[in-house]
């Protein structure tokens, strides 16, 4: 046989390396939460479905239950999954602002960095986080189970926001600082909302969507606010 007759024989094709299963687990997942994510914004909890989460995040239905169980554990987990976000940009806010000011707080700083984080980040990070504005202002004000996951992922900086506004007012009745706690956390989530109801009030001189103005507005009416409570 001549070198001519040899079979010449195919390299041999490399195929893609598959994916690690924690990382097929992890995409899919943010594809089920990306989806119930917006559903929940725009119907509320009570109304979606499992199979409506399915259906947006084109998955069977089985294996929302296999990664989750319920729907109930969809909504935390996608409530969960911006909050410690949140929660350690107001960490790290609140850190830095003790660590420069000592004991010299002013309560127009606290405000700031109670209230700047979230609302910063709805401004800067997109649509999903849109999205997890409407959840949390639903949640906040909600009978049917909003107050368990506001608890479970702001309270402790909800109680340390609470601590510095009694170093600012250690005179004032206890009551009187978890009132004005109250305002101010239903005024902070009804402004993330964005419901368009302050568009229709003022015939379009304000727009709810315009969050850095109701960020500002919210710090500078609050700070004055502030001075009843200590009378």
């Known amino acids: 046989m001549s070198n001519t007759d040899v079979p010449r024989l195919r390299p041999a094709t490399k195929r893609p390396p598959r994916r690690a299963q924690s990382e097929r687990r992890e995409q899919a997942t943010n594809t089920i939460l990306d989806a119930a994510e917006k559903l929940f914004a725009l119907h509320g909890r009570d109304g979606v479905t499992l199979k409506a989460i399915a259906t947006a995040a084109r998955v ?12 109930d554990r969809v909504f935390r987990a996608v409530f969960a999954r911006r909050a410690g976000e949140v929660n350690a940009a107001r960490i790290a806010a609140m850190d830095a602002y003790e660590e420069r000011v000592g004991d010299a707080k002013d309560i127009e700083s606290v405000l700031d960095v109670f209230l700047r984080p979230i609302y910063e980040m709805v401004i800067e990070k997109g649509e999903g986080w849109v999205y997890f504005a ?98």
Not at 135 to 140: F, S, T
Not at 170 to 186: G, K, M, Q, T
Request: charged fraction near 20%; aromatic fraction near 10%; include cysteine.
């Open 134 to 231: 409407a959840i949390v202002g639903h949640a906040n004000a909600s009978h049917f189970g909003g107050k368990d996951v506001m608890a479970e992922n702001f309270d402790p900086i909800v109680h340390r926001f609470i601590s510095m506004l009694k170093e600012l007012a250690p005179n004032a009745p206890p009551e009187r600082i978890y009132w004005y706690f109250d305002l101010v956390s239903s005024s902070l989530t009804h402004g993330l909302a964005q419901t368009g109801r302050i568009d229709d009030v003022s015939g379009g001189l304000c727009k709810s969507s315009d969050l850095a103005s109701v960020l500002e507005t919210m710090i500078a009416v609050f700070s004055e606010g502030f001075k009843s409570v200590d009378r």
């Open 60 to 71: 069977d239905a089985p294996l929302i239950h296999y990664y989750f169980g319920d729907k």
